[in-house]
């Protein structure tokens, strides 16, 4: 009993009051780097992203490039697409009904355009 007061005790150590922060569990389904970059919108309204945004995740099953395809948009901008050898299981979520979320964790200014966001999908409990 005492090990768990005191690793909540460490845990909220210089943490506002528990009341005064949004905390949301939810379960992390999976880190990505966006596929499409350079063929979209990121390019355009990458000065206004930043990390922590949400992101809102579009199943498209008649995509005629990938029946799995998941659209990745940004403030009704299309960013990209989770890349096609990690769709699988966010598609089936998806088809499921089950409401997933999204959020941008890194945006680094990288040369290559697959590498520049990285977001992370996640079922909100």
Same mark, same amino acid.
């Given at each position: 009993?005492?090990?768990?007061?005191?690793?909540?005790?460490?845990?909220?150590?210089?943490?506002?009051?528990?009341?005064?922060?949004?905390?949301?569990? &939810?379960?992390?389904?999976?880190?990505?780097?966006?596929?499409?970059?350079?063929?979209?919108?990121?390019?355009?309204?990458?000065?206004?992203? &930043?990390?922590?945004?949400? +992101?809102?995740?579009?199943?498209?099953?008649?995509?005629?490039?990938?029946?799995?395809?998941?659209?990745?948009?940004?403030?009704?901008?299309?960013?990209?697409?989770?890349?096609?050898?990690?769709?699988?299981?966010?598609?089936?979520? +998806?088809?499921?009904?089950?409401?997933?979320?999204? &959020?941008?964790?890194?945006?680094?200014?990288?040369?290559?355009?697959?590498?520049?966001?990285?977001?992370?999908?996640?079922?909100?409990?």
């Amino acid at each position: 009993m005492t090990r768990v007061v005191l690793v909540l005790a460490v845990l909220f150590a210089g943490v506002p009051s528990v009341e005064a922060q949004q905390i949301q569990a &939810r379960i992390l389904v999976q880190s990505s780097r966006l596929a499409g970059f350079q063929y979209h919108e990121a390019k355009a309204v990458w000065p206004q992203m &930043r990390v922590g945004d949400a +992101l809102v995740l579009v199943r498209e099953p008649d995509n005629p490039h990938d029946d799995k395809a998941v659209r990745v948009d940004w403030n009704g901008h299309t960013l990209g697409y989770v890349p096609r050898t990690e769709n699988a299981a966010v598609a089936r979520q +998806l088809d499921r009904g089950n409401r997933l979320q999204a &959020r941008i964790v890194h945006l680094s200014k990288h040369r290559d355009p697959r590498k520049r966001i990285e977001f992370e999908i996640f079922l909100p409990l």
